[in-house]
């Protein structure tokens, strides 16, 4: 069984920036980031492949956000650059044993207790 820890949220003005960690108690495969605002579903938002080669994001972040990681700290984070009052949710770190990303929920074993971002206009 992982365990994952996110850090790093919080509130910030609209254009501002956040970096969020998420600390894996193990190994994993492909990591992800997804987020879910209030009344709305969780929505992908960013993955990476195991070898930090292959980065996914999904359209509304992509020349925004930045998602990578270091596997000597089995961690990975998401860079938010020019952050947006529509960026405000609760942001979710989900680990799978498989290298391959997926932007699907239900593709991930592991996830984390999520990390509250707070865009502000």
């Known amino acids: 069984q992982v365990q994952l820890v996110e850090s790093g949220g919080g509130l910030v003005q609209a254009g501002g920036s956040l970096r969020l960690s998420c600390a894996a108690s193990g190994r994993t495969g492909a990591m992800g980031w997804f987020r879910q605002a209030p009344g709305k579903e969780r929505e992908f938002v960013a993955a990476?492949?195991?070898?930090?080669?292959?980065?996914y994001l999904t359209d509304s972040v992509k020349d925004r956000f930045t998602i990578s990681r270091d596997n000597a700290k089995n961690t990975v984070y998401l860079q938010m650059n020019s952050l947006k009052p529509e960026d405000t949710a609760v942001y979710y770190c989900a680990a799978r044993a498989r290298v391959i990303v997926s932007s699907t929920p239900r593709d991930y074993d592991y996830w984390g207790q999520g990390t509250q971002v707070t865009v502000s206009s």
């Open positions: 990476i492949r195991w070898s930090g080669g292959s980065t």
